[in-house]
């Protein structure tokens, strides 16, 4: 980014009072831990911050990446040249109670998955369970079409507020999100922002609704690398098959590129063993897939997002 754009930006968002810095390193706020710095972090506190930063950054010609949690993101080793913008404090959460047996919960796309899951179950509510130990925002959850053990978003999605393109408050129900397997309309609009979600979910008995919340986060820890950085599930389930089945039978488990290696425990799974670079990664992927390929004929596609 040349430096007049970057004093031009800087002195922007200063006058504006929008909190940000530069030279934030990445690799901090991944799950991954592997990135170099962004040349601006912005942090908005509420929605106005959040649509005036996207303002600032499209009027001064700077490319913005979103952020929740960091969990599905693999951020090149050079960083980012634009601005991150962290939805973190878009985080609020309210439901509503009509004495029926549906309840609704509107959570903000920076709140993690599971603050919204342990709110439906200290309400009593049943629906997100499957949803209590993916390590990401309501905002990745809705793009991605987040799921597991049978679950997904689109299950319990009612509808979602969202920026779109010129930066105007706009509402769509579920039916129009296009959501599939990992995928959501806000896939092919890009400069589309969700700002918050409603959920749908029914009443149940909070006791059984943990349980299984323990069940299934029980069920991460025994098969899940869970004590190495990762950005979850590296791969994509191509139709009929299981991506760490494939590549266990392909004798990869523990294959290793560098500082990144496939779990041993999981081999669905990348892990960053230690001084992991992008570059690692993306070598580790792209071999699995040439050999998965080779043998088997299936076509593993990444599930997690390099941004260079």
């Known amino acids: 980014m040349q430096e007049k754009t970057i004093t031009a930006l800087c002195d922007a968002l200063t006058s504006q009072q929008l909190p940000f810095v530069q030279g934030e390193p990445l690799a901090a706020h991944t799950t991954f831990r592997i990135g170099g710095p962004a040349v601006f972090w912005c942090a908005p506190q509420d929605a106005e911050q959040l649509r005036e930063t996207l303002r600032l950054c499209r009027e001064n010609g700077v490319r913005v990446y979103l952020?929740?949690?960091?969990?599905?993101?693999?951020?090149?080793?050079?960083?980012?040249?634009?601005?991150?913008?962290?939805?973190?404090?878009?985080?609020?959460?309210?439901?509503?109670?009509?004495?029926?047996?549906?309840?609704?919960?509107?959570?903000?796309?920076?709140?993690?998955?599971?603050?919204?899951?342990?709110?439906?179950?200290?309400?009593?509510?049943?629906?997100?369970?499957?949803?209590?130990?993916?390590?990401?925002?309501?905002?990745?959850?809705?793009?991605?079409?987040?799921?597991?053990?049978?679950?997904?978003?689109?299950?319990?999605?009612?509808?979602?507020?969202?920026?779109?393109?010129?930066?105007?408050?706009?509402?769509?129900?579920?039916?129009?999100?296009?959501?599939?397997?990992?995928?959501?309309?806000?896939?092919?609009?890009?400069?589309?922002?969700?700002?918050?979600?409603?959920?749908?979910?029914?009443?149940?008995?909070?006791?059984?609704?943990?349980?299984?919340m323990k069940e299934l986060l029980g069920k991460r820890r025994e098969k899940q690398p869970l004590e190495w950085p990762s950005a979850g599930s590296t791969f994509k389930r191509p139709a009929g098959a299981f991506a760490g089945k494939l590549i266990e039978d392909c004798g990869l488990c523990g294959f290793t590129v560098g500082g990144a290696q496939i779990s041993e425990k999981h081999c669905g799974f990348v892990i960053n063993?230690?001084?992991?670079?992008?570059?690692?990664?993306?070598?580790?992927?792209?071999?699995?897939?040439?050999?998965?390929?080779?043998?088997?004929?299936f076509v593993l596609e990444r599930e997690i997002r390099v941004v260079k």
Not at 135 to 151: E, H, L, Q, S
Not at 273 to 295: F, H, M, N, P, Y
């Open 67 to 212: 952020l929740g949690n960091g969990s599905n993101t693999l951020f090149d080793d050079a960083g980012f040249d634009g601005a991150v913008v962290d939805m973190r404090g878009l985080s609020q959460m309210e439901y509503s109670d009509a004495g029926t047996d549906v309840v609704r919960i509107t959570a903000g796309a920076g709140q993690t998955l599971g603050r919204l899951c342990s709110k439906a179950q200290s309400l009593d509510l049943t629906g997100l369970e499957f949803a209590c130990g993916i390590p990401g925002t309501v905002g990745g959850a809705v793009y991605m079409n987040a799921g597991a053990y049978g679950g997904e978003m689109k299950d319990v999605l009612e509808s979602v507020t969202f920026l779109d393109d010129t930066l105007e408050l706009r509402v769509l129900p579920a039916k129009d999100l296009a959501m599939g397997y990992r995928t959501s309309v806000f896939e092919q609009h890009p400069d589309w922002c969700i700002l918050s979600a409603t959920v749908v979910l029914h009443r149940g008995n909070g006791a059984e609704v943990l349980a299984r």
């Open 273 to 297: 063993r230690g001084g992991a670079t992008c570059a690692d990664v993306v070598e580790l992927t792209e071999q699995v897939s040439r050999i998965v390929k080779e043998k088997t004929g």
